[in-house]
């Protein structure tokens, strides 16, 4: 009888995976760069991925890191997995260097300090799957899972999974960039605008598949966004991040709002996370920069 029960069980949960939402089925990482990050914690040890701690975090997994040493601020992203080995999550270190991460995005609990980073180091991070699923030792039916949590045992803030969620929850519809989709942006002091602050827009952007020949409407990446320069000058280095900061000017094209500048900071560092595959998603006209 426990073992009909188990099997019972079993059958119910991945049932229920295959009717989930899948948010993807592959990991890249950069703008012009589309680094492949693995999806199983076989591939991930494979390529140098190691667990940083074997412990299985609630609503994201376990930590792989890229040499199985503590993440710093040349390798600053890393991953998690459930115990039976599909990812789970991402995860990166947003510096301080000189100006700082906003105080009320910390307050808020968006950005969070990384336990034993130091002064100035802080995470953000957003998990692929329940509470119950990211430690589950099961095999689901989505390769990458079925949402998108910042802070899942935090702020828990769920991400809009189609571009319909997004606008009746007060995010700001951006400009369509070809691979990736059109952006969305959420301002916590005033949804549905932007108030032109970085220490109030979320420190995640979304990106959904809208203006493609067969649009889904769905997500298909997201980008981590830093009002603090994340790129070294001495010596130069991406630190993976995308190659370059963005200057508000350059920054704003991921708007179709002429008014667009950011009053309280002059840069932008982003890190986009695709999860489908970015050849299919095209934007009207041909266009593939900023396209409104």
Not at 272 to 291: A, E, K, L, P
């Amino acid at each position: 009888m426990k073992k009909l029960s188990l099997a019972i069980v079993s059958f119910a949960l991945l049932a229920c995976g295959a009717y989930a939402t899948s948010i993807g089925d592959r990991l890249e990482r950069d703008f012009t760069v589309y680094t492949p990050m693995p999806t199983t914690a076989g591939n991930a040890t494979a390529q140098g991925w190691s667990p940083l701690s074997g412990i299985c975090e609630e609503g994201l997994g376990i930590a792989y890191t890229q040499t199985g040493a503590m993440p710093d601020q040349s390798q600053p992203l890393w991953l998690y997995f459930t115990p039976r080995g599909q990812v789970s999550g991402v995860a990166t270190l947003f510096y301080s260097h000189i100006v700082m991460q906003p105080q009320n995005l910390i307050n808020l609990g968006y950005i969070v300090p990384y336990p034993n980073g130091g002064d100035g180091v802080y995470y953000v991070s957003v998990g692929f799957r329940s509470a119950t699923d990211a430690c589950s030792n099961y095999t689901f039916a989505q390769p990458l899972g079925d949402r998108l949590v910042i802070h899942p045992t935090g702020v828990a803030m769920s991400l809009p999974l189609t571009a319909s969620d997004a606008s009746s929850q007060g995010w700001v519809v951006g400009s369509c960039f070809g691979g990736m989709g059109r952006h969305w942006f959420l301002d916590l002091s005033s949804p549905g605008s932007m108030t032109w602050r970085s220490d109030w827009m979320l420190p995640v952007v979304t990106m959904y598949d809208e203006d493609s020949p067969s649009p889904t409407g769905n997500i298909n990446a997201i980008f981590f966004a830093s009002r603090v320069v994340q790129q070294s000058l001495v010596p130069p280095a991406t630190n993976q991040w995308e190659p370059v900061p963005l200057p508000n000017l350059l920054m704003c094209k991921n708007f179709c709002n002429s008014s667009c500048t950011f009053y309280d900071t002059s840069f932008y560092s982003t890190l986009h996370i695709y999860m489908n595959n970015r050849s299919r998603i095209t934007c009207h006209n041909g266009c593939t920069i900023g396209c409104c």
